[in-house]
């Protein structure tokens, strides 16, 4: 009886569900009728999603090369996820803003702790030859990547560091856009001419980052921690779920990724010619680049520090 009594009242929810947008109840229900179960394969699309790892040599290794980078756009696609709700919220509730920043946290996590499947999970040698039939691909063309640091800081922190004092908020996205700091990477060694992973990338993805860095104007994470009431603002949990995720981006993440890089490019006579011959070595370390997503909660020695402190147990990992 019981039982009957909610399916009643069930079907008058939904009939008035269905009322409300001038449908019929009843063909809906047919059509319940006839649906087949859900599966799981169906669900999360299976078949599809494991058919999309597609080797272009025969080295057993290039499927693990290609599944890591397909999880890792997951992760940022994870991370996007988090950090758009964040850009979209207006409540300046703090537990909402630490918990986002915690989830970010906790990709970045999974994606540091499994770095070992690129840097001794996969053999050299057959890299090295693979490798070559990718080329010009590299991961230095990940959009996603790219689009994690456009809705975490304003432009003007994504400049190149040797240009950043000449730049302001000023300054146009157009402008901020042509001096961000990865447009020195992917150049090549001996010429300093953008190579064409670095040209392509630009021509097919510039439209869109561009419409993002306006989409995000004046509105990143950063701008929402800043805009909170100073009470907020000075929430311990918040500031440090902050750093470490800028830790994680700007430095834990880049400093294993450098590793992989190490392990299967330097070679003793410094020659690299599996990446075509670009400047990874001075484009690529943290304290380089000097990215800082929240500037605002660090102190001076903190920035001039930024990314020392991991440089040395990466390169010599017997040292610490
Ligand atoms: C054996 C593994 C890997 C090696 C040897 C490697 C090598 C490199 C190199 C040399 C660069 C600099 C750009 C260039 O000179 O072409 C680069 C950039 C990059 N790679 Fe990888 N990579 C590896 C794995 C990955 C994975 C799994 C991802 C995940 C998507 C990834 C994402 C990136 C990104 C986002 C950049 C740009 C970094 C930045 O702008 O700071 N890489 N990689």
Redesign the pocket.
């Given at each position: 009886m019981k039982d009957k009594e909610r399916i009643d009242g069930q079907i008058l929810r939904l009939e008035d569900k269905y009322k409300d947008s001038g449908q019929d109840l009843s063909s809906y229900l047919d059509g319940l009728l006839y649906q087949r179960y859900l599966t799981y394969w169906d669900y999360i699309n299976l078949d599809t999603l494991l058919s999309l790892q597609q080797p272009r040599t025969y080295f057993p290794d290039e499927e693990i090369?290609i599944m890591?980078?397909q999880i890792?756009?997951l992760y940022f696609k994870l991370i996007l996820h988090e950090e758009k709700q964040l850009v979209d919220d207006r409540s300046q509730n703090l537990d909402f803003f630490i918990q986002k920043a915690k989830r970010i946290n906790s990709y970045y996590e999974a994606m540091i702790s499994s770095f070992g499947i690129?840097i001794k999970g996969?053999e050299r040698e057959q890299?090295l030859q693979y490798r070559m039939a990718l080329l010009p691909a590299?991961?230095?063309q990940?959009a996603q990547?790219r689009m994690i640091e456009i809705y975490a800081t304003p432009l003007e922190n994504l400049v190149h560091h040797s240009k950043r004092d000449q730049f302001s908020p000023k300054n146009s996205i157009e402008e901020l856009y042509e001096a961000i700091y990865?447009k020195k990477?992917?150049t090549d060694l001996a010429t300093g001419e953008k190579?064409l992973?670095l040209k392509q990338f630009e021509y097919r993805y510039t439209p869109r980052l561009i419409r993002i860095s306006k989409q995000v104007h004046n509105n990143t994470i950063y701008h929402k921690y800043l805009g909170l009431p100073p009470e907020k603002k000075d929430n311990k949990a918040l500031i440090e779920a902050l750093k470490i995720l800028d830790a994680n981006a700007n430095i834990n993440w880049?400093l294993m990724?450098m590793g992989?890089?190490h392990r299967?490019?330097a070679n003793d006579k410094g020659e690299i010619e599996a990446?075509?011959g670009?400047?990874?070595k001075e484009?690529?370390p943290p304290d380089f680049?000097k990215i800082v997503f929240f500037p605002e909660i660090y102190s001076k020695q903190e920035l001039n520090d930024w990314g020392k402190q991991w440089i040395d147990h990466i390169f010599n990992p017997n040292k610490k």
């Open positions: 090369f890591y980078h890792t756009e690129m996969m890299f590299s991961g230095f990940s990547f990865w990477g992917a190579t992973t880049p990724h992989a890089a299967h490019l990446t075509g670009t400047n990874w484009f690529l680049q």
